[in-house]
Nanobody, 115 residues
Framework: VQLQASGGGFVQAGGSLRLSCAAS????????MGWYRQAPGKQRESVAT???????GYADSVKGRFTISRNSAKNTVYIQMNSLKPEDTAVYYCYADYPRLGVCWGQGTEVTVSS
């Protein structure tokens, strides 16, 4: 199984970015998918999740600004990030939770928000 994340970059505060993550190589339908992030010197934290039925969950710090979605037919998860703040600067990691196999991670994509 491989997860390929893309869409990171450099943006000014108040700007927007959209991250994508495509999973490949799995046999079974994916359960939950989502995003974590890790800022310099901090622990990795959950940002957003979406279940196979479309139920979403967000960290309090991103509620109202970030929107997670997925295309199950393409095994792809997205996160639309609006009103970005400098504190959103981090490496963003996607994951996919497979039956029996467990959680698989993408390689990370860097997001930098300047003030």
């Amino acid at each position: 199984v491989q997860l390929q994340a893309s869409g990171g970059g450099f943006v000014q505060a108040g700007g927007s970015l959209r991250l994508s993550c495509a999973a490949s190589g799995g046999i079974f339908p994916i359960n939950a998918m989502g995003w974590y992030r890790q800022a310099p010197g901090k622990q990795r934290e959950s940002v957003a999740t979406i279940t196979s039925s479309g139920t979403t969950g967000y960290a309090d710090s991103v509620k109202g600004r970030f929107t997670i979605s997925r295309n199950s037919a393409k095994n792809t998860v997205y996160i639309q990030m609006n009103s970005l703040k400098p504190e959103d600067t981090a490496v963003y990691y996607c994951y996919a939770d497979y039956p029996r196999l467990g959680v698989c991670w993408g390689q990370g994509t860097e997001v930098t928000v300047s003030s």
